[in-house]
């Protein structure tokens, strides 16, 4: 059964900061990875989607990578900004089908 | 449309009380998804619709819940009977295909007296 693990549930950094936020997942057997933000009381935001054949994937500030063999993502935020203050979810799809989410990580970027 | 809408945004229901919550995907996308999300919890999978195929009704967590698409299209998910524990914000999302990136509605945010 596949299982999507998150690291760390909370994190809280001083404006401008490098970060990364780490996923990971029981089985490899993945289609592709897929990074969302979520605010308060809002819907998800689609941020970043990695196939299983791509290693990164970048969109601005963001740039998230996969190791499929080892189970792991990263999303690394850099020169963090009050408003990337958010919950931060990943997201794997098996072949075809549901995506099955981790709990994710609460990120508070301090002004 | 030019995203997923879902509808109502605010449910307040007393318990034991029938409520349907809708979902119009975006234009042309043919899978349909369903999540539900806990106070404080992570996402929890519902219903997955694909096409013409069977959906995938694994996560439903009793038979007081069902949903349809009608059309290809819209989606209505159904809750009978409701349970205080039923409260939670119901999200839905489509994608182009079944491989495809998902896009979420803002959610229908349920309360269950």
């Known amino acids: 059964k596949q299982e999507v693990t998150q690291i760390p549930a909370a994190l809280s950094v001083p404006e401008g900061e490098n970060l990364v936020l780490n996923c990971s997942f029981t089985?490899?057997?993945?289609?592709?990875l897929q990074w969302f933000r979520q605010d308060p009381g809002k819907g998800l935001t689609s941020l970043l989607l990695i196939q299983s054949s791509q290693r990164e994937q970048t969109s601005g500030r963001l740039n998230a990578s996969l190791d499929k063999s080892s189970g792991r993502s990263t999303l690394y935020i850099a020169a963090s900004q009050p408003g990337d203050s958010a919950t931060y979810l990943c997201a794997v799809r098996p072949r075809g089908g549901k995506l099955i989410f981790g709990q994710g990580t609460e990120l508070s970027v301090k002004p | 449309g030019a995203g997923v809408s879902q509808s109502p945004s605010n449910k307040v229901t007393e318990k034991g009380k029938d409520v349907e919550l809708r979902c119009d995907p975006i234009?042309?996308?043919?899978?349909l998804y369903w999540y539900r999300q806990s106070l404080g919890q992570g996402l929890e999978f519902l219903i997955y619709f694909q096409g013409n195929s069977a959906p995938d009704k694994s996560g439903l967590p009793s038979d007081r819940f069902s949903a349809e698409r009608t059309g290809g299209s819209v989606s209505t998910l159904t809750i009978q009977r409701t349970q205080q524990e039923d409260s939670a914000v119901y999200l839905c999302?489509?994608?182009?295909?079944?491989?495809?990136?998902?896009?979420f509605g803002e959610g229908s945010r349920l309360t269950v007296l």
């Open positions: 089985d490899s057997a993945i289609y592709n």
């Open positions: 234009s042309g996308h043919t899978a």
């Open positions: 999302a489509s994608s182009l295909d079944n491989t495809g990136e998902l896009f």
